[in-house]
């Protein structure tokens, strides 16, 4: 159900950032068939979003390398889904999605 709100969401600037971010480096394609289903902006959003659930993660946090490394292994055990996203993309690819991509417009009042 999170992947459908994620596509009814407003969420272009993260869209755009992901569709510029996979325009500027075609050599996320070197290891994987480009799909225009799976590769596209819409749709990595809303699984980026179901990965953060599933793995219960705070979108305040930077994500370190080796938490996307244990990440992909328990993926790869069948222990949490990857949403064909950290299955299908390469270290530095799941770590600019999982790190760059968040938008937070809230202000804070102390």
């Given at each position: 159900?999170?992947?459908?709100?994620?596509?009814?969401?407003?969420?272009?600037?993260?869209?755009?950032?992901?569709?510029?971010?996979?325009?500027?480096?075609?050599?996320?394609?070197?290891h994987?068939?480009?799909?225009?289903?799976?590769?596209?902006?819409?749709?990595?959003?809303?699984?980026?979003?179901?990965?953060?659930?599933?793995?219960?993660?705070d979108?305040?946090?930077?994500?370190?390398?080796?938490?996307?490394?244990?990440?992909?292994?328990?993926?790869?055990?069948?222990?949490?889904?990857?949403?064909?996203?950290?299955?299908?993309?390469?270290?530095?690819?799941?770590?600019?999605?999982?790190n760059?991509?968040?938008?937070?417009?809230?202000?804070?009042?102390?």
């Open positions: 159900m999170l992947h459908e709100i994620t596509h009814a969401a407003e969420a272009s600037p993260q869209r755009a950032v992901i569709a510029k971010y996979m325009f500027d480096h075609p050599e996320i394609f070197n994987v068939k480009r799909d225009s289903y799976w590769d596209n902006a819409n749709e990595i959003y809303s699984r980026l979003m179901q990965v953060r659930q599933e793995f219960g993660l979108p305040t946090k930077e994500i370190t390398e080796e938490e996307i490394e244990q990440m992909i292994k328990q993926t790869q055990e069948g222990k949490k889904k990857g949403h064909n996203l950290i299955d299908r993309y390469d270290k530095n690819t799941i770590n600019f999605l999982l760059k991509v968040a938008q937070n417009n809230s202000t804070k009042t102390n």
